[in-house]
Structure formats: structure tokens, C-alpha cells
């Protein structure tokens, strides 16, 4: 099958790969301008940026909103001229200034996800900056959409979806999920591509559809674009890669992930996450695992009645201590046997792959 660059406006990545955004600390600078050096598109995780800057623990807000500006930068020189963007939760409490941060960054697209990022058009106006909203269902393509339209006039750049698959955060019920192959998602991935084919015709707009969630291989890229995607985008197997910004023993954890390892936690943001289950899962499935001081990360987070503080645990696992941290994963982490170079995965997603060679 021919590759075909990714367009999402003015902006074309030769490889039609978005790299997902993976917080805390997983997905920053040094992956997402490997990645976008290669011809894909680098995604940064805004998710408590900061965190290795002091200042954080004083004040976390002013220290992320300082690391985002570092790391666009950043890997925008790694990049050597690449497609740099960020991912920011809807959830994240003081949503709005994040946006702007990475606005005034220059950052080239803004992914958000978990939640439905319905002011967003409001908080770039006047750049240039892309938008690409995550789904997981048409009804929240159709919400975003409408609403959208009606009250920015304007359109998404760009729509990811996002199957229950993915690794993290997931916009599906526990029942869904437990579904597994039976939920039939290929189905609602066709009606939304379906939606947005209409609203370019109609509009005389381009909207590339991005699928996302449990995309491992080349094959599983080929699968999607026969589908009718124009790309997709890969988190899990970027962890593993000596780029990513994880600490080694996180990247081994992946590694040494037995498939039935890999189970769907309770997560403060209320939405159910897959994740590699561990001591830390273990202890939270007994009850609430005491914390700390309150980072402000969420809006949706009650200190007082969050099972444990996702910010610690996601620090923990980033840094290395990972008994004690959350390890989000896709579907597929199990598959990790080894430590490999973007470059080389990008290789296998492009044109110049070599097609008579053993596809890891």
C-alpha cells in the first residue's frame, strides 16, 4: 500500500504518524522532535510539564506554563523544522491558560481530549495554530461539530479517533470495554468518517481523520487507512524507544508486560484507564492510597475522595519508582521486546519500508 503524507491545512508530515501524547512525562520534548524530525507529527504532553523544574512543588501552574514554552522550543530544534504540537486535557484545571501557553509557544496543533474541548476555538484566535479534537463516538463528533460551527463558525483541522484500544484515559464505559472485540468499533469508526467526508463537502473544507488506539504495526496503519483514515497515531510503541522521554525501568516495564499484565483502573479523572497492573494497582484496588498536597491538576478531582493522586503516581512511574507509579499503556504494550529507535519505527510506517523484511 502507497503511504501518503498527512495535510492537516498548511501543515503536511511526509509520514502520516501523529505520536500520541503521553503524560507525565513520557511523551516531551526529545520523543516528539524525534519524531517529528522523521516526518511525523511530535505531540507533547502538557500534563504537570514542569514537573522536573523547581518551582514545581510551590507552584505547579506558573512552573508548567514556563515548560511548555521550554519544551515546544526544544523540540522544535530537535525537529529540525518538524510538525511540534501538544496534547491538553479538557480536564486539566486552568485549561484555557495551558491553550495559550502553547499558542504563544508556537506550537503547530493542539490535540484535547478527555472531555470535550468546546471553548477551544475561542482561546486561538488570531493564530494560526490547528485544532484536532479526540472522539471516540459520533455523537461527540456531532456535539463538537454543531457547536462549533454555530458558535466559532469554524470547523476542526483535523479529527482524531480514538478506540478502546488506546492506552490512558479511555472515553468508553467499563461495560464497553469489557465488550472487547464484540463491541464492533470498525463500525462507528466508518460512521464517523462518513460525518466528516460530509461536513468537507459541504463546507469545502479538508479534515483528515486520524485513527487512534491500538495501532502497533504497519499492518495495523494499513487496516485504518483502508477504513477511509488519511493517518493514525501511535503512542505505545513510541515508549519504548530510546527517545522517549520515560526513565529506563519505566521503558522495561513495557518489556517485561505479560498480555494479561495489561487491565483497565479507576482513574480520578472519572473515566476508566488501561494501564499495567502493579503494586501500586494492587494497593489501589485494596482502598485509597494516602497523598500528598493537591497539584491542581484536574478540575474534576476531589483531594479529599480521589482513591489516590494521579499527578504522584504518575510522577512516580516516569521517574523510575514504578511499584509506586502508574504506568498507562495501550492494549498492545505487551508486544514491547525491546529498546529501538524512532527512526527505525518511522522507517516501518513509511514508503521506504522494507515490505520483504519481518515487520516488529
Not at 95 to 113: M, Q
Not at 141 to 151: E, F
Not at 271 to 288: H, L, T, V, Y
Request: glycine content about 10%.
Amino acid at each position: 500500500m502507497e503511504i501518503k503524507p498527512l495535510k492537516i491545512g498548511d501543515l503536511v508530515a511526509k509520514i502520516p504518524v501523529i505520536q500520541g501524547g503521553m503524560g507525565i512525562g513520557i511523551s516531551l520534548s526529545s520523543l516528539a522532535g524525534a519524531v517529528a524530525a522523521q516526518g511525523g507529527i511530535g505531540i507533547i504532553s502538557t500534563a504537570q510539564i514542569g514537573f522536573r523544574k523547581e518551582g514545581f512543588q510551590k507552584n505547579p501552574l506558573e512552573t508548567n506554563l514556563e515548560a511548555i514554552k521550554e519544551e515546544i522550543e526544544r523540540a522544535k530544534e530537535i525537529s529540525n523544522g518538524g510538525i511540534v504540537g501538544v496534547n491538553i486535557m479538557v480536564a486539566t484545571r486552568k485549561y484555557e491558560e495551558y491553550v495559550r501557553a502553547a499558542v504563544k509557544a508556537g506550537a503547530d496543533l493542539i490535540i484535547s481530549g478527555a472531555g470535550l474541548p468546546m471553548t477551544l476555538p475561542s482561546l486561538v484566535e488570531g493564530s494560526s495554530i490547528k485544532l484536532a479534537p479526540i472522539v471516540s463516538s459520533l455523537k461527540s463528533l456531532d456535539v463538537i461539530c454543531k457547536y462549533w460551527q454555530k458558535k466559532y463558525n469554524r470547523l476542526p483541522d483535523a479529527v482524531i479517533i480514538e478506540g478502546p484500544k488506546a492506552g490512558g484515559h479511555l472515553g468508553f464505559s467499563l461495560e464497553q470495554l469489557e465488550m472487547g472485540n464484540s463491541l464492533n468499533y470498525e463500525e462507528e469508526i466508518k460512521k464517523i468518517i462518513a460525518r466528516v467526508k460530509d461536513l468537507t463537502d459541504k463546507e469545502q473544507k479538508e479534515i483528515p481523520v486520524i485513527v487512534a488506539g491500538g495501532i502497533y504495526q504497519r499492518t495495523d496503519m494499513e487496516k485504518a487507512l483502508s477504513l477511509g483514515a488519511n493517518g493514525v497515531q501511535i503512542a505505545t510503541r513510541f515508549v519504548t524507544t530510546y527517545e522517549c522521554d520515560a526513565s529506563d525501568a519505566y521503558k522495561q516495564t513495557y518489556i517485561n508486560a505479560k498480555k494479561e499484565d495489561i487491565v483497565i483502573v479507576k482513574s480520578p479523572v472519572g473515566m476508566p484507564g488501561r494501564a499495567i497492573r502493579n503494586d501500586f494497582i494492587k494497593q489501589a484496588e485494596k482502598g485509597q492510597i494516602p497523598h500528598g498536597r493537591c497539584y491542581q491538576c484536574l478540575s474534576i478531582c476531589k483531594p479529599a475522595d480521589t482513591p489516590y493522586c494521579i499527578t504522584e503516581a504518575l510522577i512516580n512511574a516516569a521517574e523510575g519508582n514504578v511499584d509506586k507509579g502508574l504506568l498507562f499503556c495501550g492494549e498492545n504494550a505487551y508486544r514491547a521486546t525491546k529498546i529501538e529507535h524512532v527512526a527505525d519505527i518511522m522507517k516501518e510506517f513509511s514508503n521506504t519500508s522494507d515490505r520483504n523484511g519481518e515487520l516488529s
